[in-house]
């Protein structure tokens, strides 16, 4: 499902290089909906952007909705096709990740987000959820894996993924290899909010990474907490922009829980995880969203390496913030 990203933004701390034959690239631009900002050291004269920009690309044609030559819309249509290896990779780690998160992550959310206007249509107060969760959830793609490259793929009849909520943080992990293949040692990938980094910044300090205030009227550079990585990944979904308001000035939010069908009400207004890789840290911020607080720090719990940080909204209009036991050793004191 297409998320509310609660922006991460890198806390740049300089520009003098402890090391003089380092010097620190960065590449930014428009990406996915959203926007990248890729820092890495380098030699002077050396620049990875043209192998970016190929990842990039490449990653619309596998997986956008917008596009419509996309692989991802062909088997929205109907059809039945060769995956690339990144496409298969993805609804196979996405089904493993349904099942890690009892199904609270799932990409077969596709007729539930449009009928309900998350996608460019129309918004609706309610709709007849009953009929469309015959063609939604994750099980139905079990039987229906992908298997060998070799083979064709097509969907269930009347199947369609979203895999808005994975992509992002999977194209993270793909350039992250970019880099580790060509001998990069130091680097801070940023994809539409989601973070994963390695080694130091120019200055030689591991990547600080803020997290913002979850409030519409924020001020730029204010943030909720801060937060330094190495060969860690951070991804936050978040529900305090992207909903409207219905005719009883209800907040419809954006998450819809793919048990009932609805868009999920509480008072969880962001969830930021830390994890070893990007992936899974977008699949898991996205389930924490649909599990609400309390759930959400039971499934986090039964991770090896992952970290939560929550921020709830109180009955009295404040919030409050809840953290796994290991978040703290990531926080900027």
């Given at each position: 499902?297409?998320?509310?990203?609660?922006?991460?933004?890198?806390?740049?701390?300089?520009?003098?290089?402890?090391?003089?034959?380092?010097?620190?690239?960065?590449?930014?631009?428009?990406?996915?909906?959203?926007?990248?900002?890729?820092?890495?050291?380098?030699?002077?004269?050396?620049?990875?952007?043209?192998?970016?920009?190929?990842?990039?690309?490449?990653?619309?044609?596998?997986?956008?909705?917008?596009?419509?030559?996309?692989?991802?819309?062909?088997?929205?249509?109907?059809?039945?096709?060769?995956?690339?290896?990144?496409?298969?990779?993805?609804?196979?780690?996405?089904?493993?990740?349904?099942?890690?998160?009892?199904?609270?992550?799932?990409?077969?959310?596709?007729?539930?987000?449009?009928?309900?206007?998350?996608?460019?249509?129309?918004?609706?107060?309610?709709?007849?959820?009953?009929?469309?969760?015959?063609?939604?959830?994750?099980?139905?793609?079990?039987?229906?894996?992908?298997?060998?490259?070799?083979?064709?793929?097509?969907?269930?009849?009347?199947?369609?993924?979203?895999?808005?909520?994975?992509?992002?943080?999977?194209?993270?992990?793909v350039v992250a290899n970019l880099m580790n293949n060509v001998g990069v040692s130091?680097?801070?990938?940023?994809?539409?909010?989601?973070?994963?980094?390695?080694?130091?910044?120019?200055?030689?300090?591991?990547?600080?990474?803020?997290?913002?205030?979850?409030?519409?009227?924020?001020?730029?550079?204010?943030?909720?907490?801060?937060?330094?990585?190495?060969?860690?990944?951070?991804?936050?979904?978040?529900?305090?922009?992207?909903?409207?308001?219905?005719?009883?000035?209800?907040?419809?939010?954006?998450?819809?829980?793919?048990?009932?069908?609805?868009?999920?009400?509480?008072?969880?207004?962001?969830?930021?995880?830390?994890?070893?890789?990007?992936?899974?840290?977008?699949?898991?911020?996205?389930?924490?969203?649909?599990?609400?607080?309390?759930?959400?720090?039971?499934?986090?719990?039964?991770?090896?390496?992952?970290?939560?940080?929550?921020?709830?909204?109180?009955?009295?209009?404040?919030?409050?913030?809840?953290?796994?036991?290991?978040?703290?050793?990531?926080?900027?004191?």
């Open positions: 499902m297409k998320k509310c990203i609660a922006l991460i933004v890198l806390v740049l701390l300089g520009s003098c290089s402890s090391n003089p034959e380092l010097v620190q690239m960065t590449n930014q631009g428009p990406a996915q909906g959203s926007t990248f900002s890729i820092s890495y050291l380098v030699p002077e004269g050396v620049d990875y952007r043209r192998d970016i920009d190929s990842i990039l690309e490449s990653m619309d044609q596998q997986m956008s909705l917008w596009v419509e030559n996309s692989e991802i819309s062909a088997l929205n249509r109907g059809d039945s096709l060769f995956l690339s290896n990144d496409f298969h990779g993805v609804i196979l780690r996405s089904i493993y990740l349904s099942e890690l998160t009892d199904g609270s992550f799932d990409i077969t959310l596709a007729p539930l987000i449009k009928a309900w206007g998350f996608s460019g249509g129309t918004h609706k107060d309610s709709i007849n959820v009953d009929s469309l969760l015959n063609f939604v959830g994750y099980k139905g793609l079990v039987a229906h894996r992908p298997g060998s490259m070799m083979e064709k793929y097509a969907l269930p009849e009347g199947y369609e993924l979203d895999v808005n909520a994975i992509a992002q943080g999977y194209t993270v992990d130091n680097y801070m990938i940023e994809i539409g909010g989601e973070v994963r980094c390695k080694g130091t910044n120019v200055r030689g300090r591991k990547w600080r990474i803020g997290i913002e205030e979850p409030t519409e009227d924020r001020v730029l550079g204010q943030f909720q907490t801060i937060v330094e990585l190495d060969s860690m990944s951070l991804a936050t979904s978040g529900n305090y922009r992207k909903y409207w308001q219905d005719e009883n000035g209800q907040k419809v939010v954006h998450s819809i829980d793919p048990e009932t069908g609805q868009p999920v009400v509480h008072n969880l207004l962001s969830a930021s995880i830390i994890a070893p890789n990007a992936t899974t840290a977008d699949a898991l911020a996205t389930a924490c969203m649909i599990k609400g607080v309390t759930g959400a720090m039971t499934m986090i719990d039964r991770f090896p390496d992952v970290e939560g940080y929550f921020i709830v909204g109180t009955k009295f209009g404040e919030i409050e913030v809840l953290q796994t036991s290991g978040w703290e050793r990531y926080t900027v004191n």
